[in-house]
């Protein structure tokens, strides 16, 4: 029986050997097709096999939470959020916070993301927390710390990348609350009042800690490559390469959380939007450093689709990165192909 290579399931069983385009064997007659066989398949471009007619019984089995090695840093994390939380409270009462609570947390979290590559499984585990101000400050500092690791900087630099990216947005402390918690559309004056959360970070961490690195990429998280950013218009070469990396990760994590005023989004929407960012807005080399290496992790995760269907991530296409080969539990969903379908959500 011949059949689509989008039709095929595993446990299909191939009724003749299988040849690509150049006449070399690709599979044999009789192999159970596998996950990793029916993508061999497709890496080899063949559109039609012929199977033994039967109707498999496959079962997909659901995921129950974050792998355990992924659970095992989210005590770490659940500090993280805890001390940003208590640095912010103190420099809301006080103007200034205690540099060595942001230590005692940060750096425990840090030393664990060293062995951390699912970093996609981490992001999903981090957006369970709902307060958006404590969390997005968890969220900048590991994407900063793996954006600055994955450009090549050696572990300090990385890790005050990280330090630079959890204290980005302690300047919102000075922001009156009803401004920043305000759920509908800011007036032009409560708008300039939340861009001068840079200014105001770099003054509380200067006066706190006399870190001129954290304090600078604080000051520059929201300038632009073009000069659209605020609060001083700077173009691309006057930002400091920290700051470059802060900004995405503050983009990233903004994005795909809920907020007041905007509900979280799909990840690899997000990375698609931040890969047209990457031509004007943001720095590209952080940019594309976080979609090189988050796009992998994507590899096994759950999804939902548009149509209702859940199904898995098993191939990244090579045509469009953002949109992936599906197995659901009776046939396969090419994304690329299948425009009018989109993912709804991801999941570990």
Not at 120 to 148: C, F, K, P, R
Request: zero cysteines; aromatic letters at 8%.
């Amino acid at each position: 029986m011949k059949a689509h290579i989008m039709d095929l399931s595993p446990g299909d069983r191939l009724e003749s050997d299988v040849f690509n385009h150049f006449g070399v064997l690709v599979l044999q007659k009789d192999k159970e097709l596998t996950n990793d066989a029916i993508v061999r398949l497709m890496q080899h471009g063949i559109d039609y096999v012929d199977i033994v007619p039967h109707t498999p019984d496959v079962q997909v089995p659901v995921a129950q939470g974050a792998p355990e090695h992924v659970q095992k840093v989210k005590p770490y994390f659940d500090d993280a959020v805890d001390g940003f939380e208590a640095i912010f409270l103190e420099s809301l009462s006080s103007g200034t916070f205690d540099e060595r609570k942001v230590d005692q947390m940060l750096q425990p979290m840090l030393n664990q993301l060293v062995v951390q590559k699912d970093v996609v499984s981490l992001l999903l585990m981090v957006n369970d927390n709902d307060n958006y101000t404590y969390n997005h400050s968890l969220q900048v500092g590991m994407l900063s710390y793996y954006i600055a690791s994955w450009l090549g900087y050696p572990k300090d630099e990385a890790n005050a990348a990280g330090k630079a990216g959890y204290l980005i947005d302690i300047g919102k402390s000075m922001v009156p609350q009803d401004i920043l918690h305000k759920p509908g559309k800011l007036t032009e004056t409560e708008f300039a009042e939340i861009k001068r959360h840079t200014v105001y970070g770099h003054d509380i961490i200067m006066k706190s800690t006399g870190d001129e690195l954290s304090a600078l990429v604080a000051l520059q998280h929201h300038e632009r490559e073009d000069g659209s950013g605020y609060p001083k218009g700077l173009t691309e070469h006057e930002i400091h390469p920290f700051a470059k990396i802060a900004a995405v990760a503050d983009v990233y994590s903004a994005m795909t959380s809920n907020r007041v005023y905007q509900s979280k989004r799909e990840l690899l929407s997000v990375l698609r939007e931040l890969n047209s960012l990457s031509f004007g807005k943001l720095s590209p080399e952080p940019t594309q450093a976080l979609i090189s290496h988050l796009l992998p992790n994507f590899i096994g995760k759950r999804v939902l689709l548009s149509t209702g269907e859940v199904g898995s991530i098993i191939m990244t296409n090579q045509t469009d990165f953002f949109r992936p080969l599906i197995q659901t539990d009776t046939k396969f969903i090419d994304l690329s192909k299948e425009r009018e379908i989109t993912i709804e959500d991801v999941y570990i």
